[in-house]
């Protein structure tokens, strides 16, 4: 049974480029949320989907967009990128019901250059 | 708001030796979860223990311990005997139990420990 997975492991970006991660949640998990962890910071709450909708979402400006699909998988896209966007983006997925019961991802690291 | 606060940095010991990680937090939520989580070097965010407010009870697991005073806001996770696999960063974490917020992490700074051998 494959765990949360999440792609591209690492990334390079220029400033003012968009870039889109992706993650998979672990095997029947229907919710998915993501955080961003700068260097030497705990991580801090982007947003959540469920049933295709964005059900919370955290202090981040609207550069930040996500997307759930049907098979429940999601994208976290962000336009217009800063050098303070550079960070560890950690994907957590959960049942809905369940869902402070969360497995994280190994997460993506974003460098914006 | 919601806060949390590890207030130790970093902490270094020599295999063997027993240490405290201390995390204190502050909600205005009567009931809540708390969660402590170890990262190591891969980057993934693994689970150790989710206590629930109502729950004061505290809890041994193998070399883990968990001190949970609702009177301090505090939770605190010692670990028995260190190894140097235990070496991480550890998050501290509160999520509310019910409400909008449910199922939001709002995590502590972090505390990195290195166990030397």
């Known amino acids: 049974d494959a765990g949360v997975t999440q792609s591209p492991t690492h990334l390079i970006k220029t400033r003012g480029q968009q870039v889109t991660l992706r993650c998979s949640p672990k095997?029947?998990?229907?919710?998915v949320s993501w955080y961003q962890q700068a260097l030497g910071q705990g991580p801090q709450f982007i947003f959540q989907y469920y049933e295709e909708e964005e059900r919370q979402r955290g202090n981040f400006p609207d550069r930040f967009s996500g997307h759930q699909f049907p098979n429940y998988s999601s994208e976290l896209n962000v336009n217009a990128l800063l050098l303070g966007d550079s960070a560890l983006y950690l994907c957590?997925?959960?049942?809905?019901?369940?869902?402070?019961?969360?497995?994280f991802g190994q997460g993506t690291r974003l460098t914006v250059v | 708001a919601q806060k949390v606060t590890q207030a130790q940095t970093e902490i270094s010991v020599v295999e063997k030796e027993d240490v405290t990680l201390d995390c204190v937090y502050e909600t205005r939520d009567t009931t809540y979860y708390l969660f402590w989580y170890k990262q190591p070097p891969s980057g993934e965010l693994v689970f150790l223990i989710r206590?629930?407010?109502?729950?004061?009870q505290n809890e041994i697991s193998g070399r883990y311990s968990w001190n949970f005073q609702k009177s301090t806001s505090s939770f605190n996770f010692t670990i028995t005997a260190s190894q140097v696999v235990d070496s991480a960063v550890y998050f501290c974490?509160?999520?509310?139990?019910?409400?909008?917020?449910?199922?939001?992490?709002?995590f502590g700074q972090g505390t990195i420990l290195t166990v030397h051998p």
């Open positions: 974490a509160l999520s509310e139990a019910r409400g909008t917020s449910y199922g939001k992490l709002t």
């Open positions: 095997s029947g998990h229907d919710t």
């Open positions: 206590r629930n407010s109502f729950d004061e």
């Open positions: 957590a997925s959960s049942f809905w019901d369940r869902v402070t019961e969360a497995f």
